[in-house]
Structures are given as structure tokens and as C-alpha cells.
């Protein structure tokens, strides 16, 4: 909070939007939520006479411009960058696989619901760079993702604050309805956060399956294939036995 209110008193808005492209620094990383959820609280407060239009447009163009930037360095530098670097925030080469493979089969959905998860939403532009993504296809749907997201946390400080000062005056007839609120938002943002991660591995899990039983598959096919050449190259041995057989017994008087 002190670091945001820093920020916004020196530099305004665009030391909101220098805060949010941070966030895809993967060796400074800066916690995008605290920092809109900071500052929806201090527009509510009216602390700086703020415009909430501004505050939005502001904190989009700042991790719009981060993710970006994080594109073209995974569309330049490719996957040997991020194996490098992410391993301090351990990102694994197996996450990697696993995230390649999720985004190549749920691209725009990838792009658009990974606003929402934290961590996940760092490397996302990374990997749609490492991948070649369209721009055309990338650009507007972080755009768009963008907005809503910044929106929704804005305005989720803005509740809060506004919910806390109401429990201060009055917190005898509201202290425990605020707190139902609180542990509901919370609650939910919790449980959306974890069906997605468990609906990601369920679906990279599927996808391993069906794999191993094509490869299962395969390798029967061509063991039957092996052992009916094996069945064809005996017939002829057989018949050529046979045949020597029914000459010798000819030959004889």
C-alpha cells in the first residue's frame, strides 16, 4: 500500500502504469492485485481527486504494454529465455510442456482467463510468443481481458473501502453482513482460482492419455503386422517342403 501511494503521489498515472508493466518482470515481479485493489481504496478515499476512467485506462495501458513486451521477448529470445529466467519463480520445463499444450488447444480463452490467475498471467505473453500467436489475435483479446480485469479489481477496492468505512460507523448493525460479503468474494475468487488450475491439469492429463493409447495402439498394429509377414514368409517354406516330398515319392519305383 505505502509503495502504490508512493508511486501515485510522485508520478500520477503514470506511475500507475510503470507499476503494472512491472508485473511481468519476472526477476522484480509486483503484485498486480494489491496494487488495483490499493488503488480502488485510495480513489474511494478521494486521497489525489482521481478519475475512476482514467485510474482503468491507466492500469490497462500498463499491463497491456508489459504483456506486449513480454511477447516480443518470447517471440525473439524463444523458449531457451524463459527456462533460463523462470526457474527462480519455479517454472519448470515440465510446466512449460504443460502450458504450451493447454494454450495451443484453448488460445483465446487461455489469453482472456489467465487475466484472473495470478502467476499464470506473467508468463501466458511469454508463451504466446514463444508459440508465434498472431498479433492480430493476441493484441486485442489482452487488450480487451485487460480492461475488465483492471475494472473488476478497481472497483473491488473501491467495495472495500467503502464496506470497511461503513463498518466503522456503523459496525454494530453492518460488521457482520460486511464480513459475510468479504468471505463470500473471497471465497469465490478462491474456489474460481482452483477449479481453473484443476480443469487445466484434467485437460493436459486427457490429453496425455489419449496419447499413450494411441502409442499403444500403434505398437499392437504393428506387432500383428510383424507376425502375419512372419505367418506368410513360413507358407512358402511349407508348400516348398511338400512339393520336394511329392517329387521324391514319384521318383521312386
Not at 7 to 18: A, D, E, K
Not at 75 to 85: I, M, S
Not at 150 to 171: C, E, K, N, P, Y
Not at 234 to 250: F, G, H, I, M, R
Amino acid at each position: 500500500m505505502h509503495l502504490i501511494n508512493h508511486l501515485i503521489q510522485n508520478w500520477g498515472y503514470w506511475g500507475l502504469v510503470g507499476g503494472m508493466a512491472l508485473e511481468y518482470s519476472i526477476i522484480i515481479p509486483v503484485p498486480a492485485e494489491t496494487t488495483l485493489t490499493a488503488t480502488g481504496i485510495l480513489y474511494q478515499q478521494h486521497t489525489y481527486h482521481f478519475k475512476l476512467i482514467w485510474l482503468v485506462t491507466a492500469a490497462s495501458m500498463g499491463t497491456f504494454s508489459g504483456a506486449m513486451i513480454a511477447y516480443f521477448i518470447g517471440r525473439a529470445l524463444g523458449r531457451p529465455f524463459l527456462e533460463r529466467f523462470g526457474k527462480y519463480v519455479r517454472l519448470t520445463p515440465a510446466r512449460i510442456d504443460k502450458a504450451e499444450q493447454t494454450f495451443q488447444k484453448y488460445t483465446i480463452p487461455t489469453l482472456a482467463i489467465s487475466r484472473y490467475i495470478a502467476f499464470v498471467r506473467i508468463f501466458v505473453p511469454y508463451i504466446a510468443g514463444i508459440n508465434r500467436i498472431r498479433l492480430r489475435i493476441f493484441a486485442p483479446v489482452i487488450l480487451i481481458a485487460s480492461i475488465f480485469w483492471t475494472t473488476t479489481f478497481i472497483l473491488a477496492g473501491s467495495v472495500i473501502d467503502r464496506a470497511i468505512m461503513q463498518v466503522i460507523h456503523h459496525w454494530k448493525s453492518e460488521v457482520i453482513p460486511a464480513v459475510l460479503i468479504l468471505i463470500v468474494l473471497g471465497g469465490t475468487y478462491w474456489w474460481f482460482h482452483r477449479w481453473m488450475h484443476h480443469k487445466m491439469n484434467a485437460q493436459l492429463d486427457g490429453q496425455d492419455d489419449s496419447s499413450q493409447n494411441d502409442s499403444s495402439k500403434d505398437d499392437s498394429i504393428s506387432s500383428a503386422n510383424i507376425s502375419d509377414d512372419d505367418g506368410n514368409s513360413n507358407v512358402p517354406e511349407s508348400d516348398k517342403d511338400t512339393s520336394e516330398l511329392k517329387a521324391e515319392s514319384q521318383d521312386l519305383p
